[in-house]
């Protein structure tokens, strides 16, 4: 049973920084696709970043692009979210997910996810 938990959220003004994690278990960690996702209140989940199992194709969405990195450490079990110059608009709860295979921007398409992680920046 794969176990994905995250931390790294916080309350951060505006122009801040922060650096979310997601620790896996369960499974082989090389072997799954990782995503973030993102979820404000009152929308839907949004697609954030992907990255390939090896950590050698990554996958950002336009909207966060700059600003938004995202990579692994597969001896860790680890895939990061490092976060630059976070707006107002970037409140909301972070949720990692996994995929065996290769990375997908539809979150339909993970099989496993964590519990989320709040980010609220204050303007």
């Known amino acids: 049973q794969v176990q994905l938990v995250e931390s790294g959220g916080g309350l951060v003004q505006t122009g801040g920084s922060l650096r979310l994690s997601c620790v896996m278990s369960?499974?082989?960690?090389?072997?799954?696709?990782m995503g973030w996702f993102r979820q404000a209140p009152g929308k839907e989940r949004e697609f954030v970043s992907c990255i390939s199992g090896s950590g050698g194709s990554t996958l950002t969405a336009d909207s966060v692009k700059g600003r938004f990195t995202i990579s692994r450490d597969n001896a860790k079990n680890t895939v990061y979210l490092q976060i630059n110059s976070l707006k107002p608009e970037d409140t909301a709860i972070y949720y990692c997910?996994?995929?065996?295979?290769?990375?997908?921007?539809?979150?339909?398409?993970?099989?496993?996810w964590g519990q989320g992680t709040q980010v609220t920046v204050s303007s």
């Open positions: 997910a996994a995929r065996p295979g290769s990375w997908n921007m539809n979150p339909g398409m993970y099989n496993y």
């Open positions: 369960g499974r082989t960690f090389s072997s799954y696709a």
